[in-house]
T-cell receptor, first 112, second 114 residues
Framework: LAKTTQPISMDSYEGQEVNITCSHN???????ITWYQQFPSQGPRFIIQ???TKVTNEVASLFIPADRKSSTLSLPRVSLSDTAVYYC?????????????FGRGTSLIVHP | EADIYQTPRYLVIGTGKKITLECSQT?????MYWYQQDPGMELHLIHY???????EKGDLSSESTVSRIRTEHFPLTLESARPSHTSQYLC?????????????FGNGTRLTVT
């Protein structure tokens, strides 16, 4: 299973762009990279996923370099409501089973 | 918005009691999962199911059991609750098929065993 490494915490201010990088050195050829957001006392919510290059939706962008050993979630112009924990997942298929595995996540605090 | 429901939202119960945490989804998803999460910590997969009558244990050993008699329902049971079971339990589902589809989570059950 591909293991991910993210910063434990980040701080930002309203209106700034936030970039959270995730390392996944042993990502396999068929693995996808997926990001989730979790607010306190709630379940995680899917934000974005990608395989390579750049993916953008109405919430965020995901940048994946050619070697796919890392990925960067970019949140444009954050607000206080973006304060949450962000999880990077590498979705692996192991031995015929499908195991979505979460790491510690990055706790983002947005200040006024 | 995903339709996956967990009840109860909060549960405080004494040691030795039998409890069942309910999870239901109305999306017709084949795959369902139970995760356990302590405050400030990562989510650990404890059970998953790929369809009716299919259940598997996850990467974190758990004394709980699950059943999948109906597609939409995936309850988790603790036969005898202990303080070490105090945690948040999150249920999730995803679509069938080859490859990956995003997980849809419920809001969880926060269990406290006294």
């Amino acid at each position: 299973l591909a293991k991910t490494t993210q910063p434990i915490s980040m701080d930002s201010y309203e209106g700034q762009e936030v970039n959270i990088t995730c390392s996944h050195n042993n990502i396999a050829t068929n693995d996808y990279i997926t990001w989730y957001q979790q607010f306190p006392s709630q379940g995680p919510r899917f934000i974005i996923q990608g395989y390579k290059t750049k993916v953008t939706n109405e919430v965020a962008s995901l940048f994946i370099p050619a070697d796919r050993k890392s990925s960067t979630l970019s949140l444009p112009r954050v607000s206080l409501s973006d304060t949450a924990v962000y999880y990077c997942l590498v979705v692996s298929i192991s031995g015929g089973s499908y195991i979505p595995t979460f790491g510690r996540g990055t706790s983002l605090i947005v200040h006024p | 918005e995903a339709d996956i429901y967990q009840t109860p939202r909060y549960l405080v119960i004494g040691t030795g009691k039998k409890i069942t945490l309910e999870c239901s989804q109305t999306m017709g998803h084949d795959k369902m999962y139970w995760y356990q999460q302590d405050p400030g910590m990562e989510l650990h997969l404890i059970h998953y199911s790929y369809g009716v009558n299919s259940t598997e244990k996850g990467d974190l050993s758990s004394e709980s059991t699950v059943s999948r008699i109906r597609t939409e329902h995936f309850p988790l049971t603790l036969e005898s609750a202990r303080p070490s079971h105090t945690s948040q339990y999150l249920c999730a589902s995803s679509e069938r098929g080859i490859g990956y589809s995003p997980l849809h989570f419920g809001n969880g059950t926060r269990l406290t065993v006294t």
